[in-house]
């Protein structure tokens, strides 16, 4: 059985489009500041606030990111079925 590749994607160097970056904004939480330096001192816990998240882009272009966690835009990929190995 052979799957459909028309709608997937490769970077430049042949490796799978797994997703978009996102930016996502967070709370890092804290127990209190140091007078002396001003610097938080920070409890270990984190609160995501998804509801902000966001797809990022370049120059308007959606930012994909390859299984190697290179970042690459629409116009810089390879159709699947189109790719060459060097």
């Known amino acids: 059985m052979t799957s459909d590749t028309s709608g997937n994607f490769l970077s430049p160097n042949g490796y799978a ?3 978009t970056s996102e930016a996502v904004w967070v709370t890092l ?3 209190g500041i140091d007078p002396e330096t001003g610097e938080p ?3 270990g816990e984190t609160e995501i606030h998804w509801d ?3 797809t990022l882009e370049s ?3 959606i930012i994909f990111v390859c299984s ?3 970042e690459w835009t629409f ?3 390879v159709p699947a079925t189109q790719f060459n190995d060097p």
């Open 75 to 77: 116009d810089q990929l």
């Open 17 to 19: 489009i797994i997703g």
């Open 41 to 43: 001192k920070y409890n």
């Open 52 to 54: 902000t998240q966001e």
């Open 68 to 70: 190697e966690g290179k």
């Open 59 to 61: 120059d308007g272009e």
């Open 29 to 31: 939480l804290i127990s």
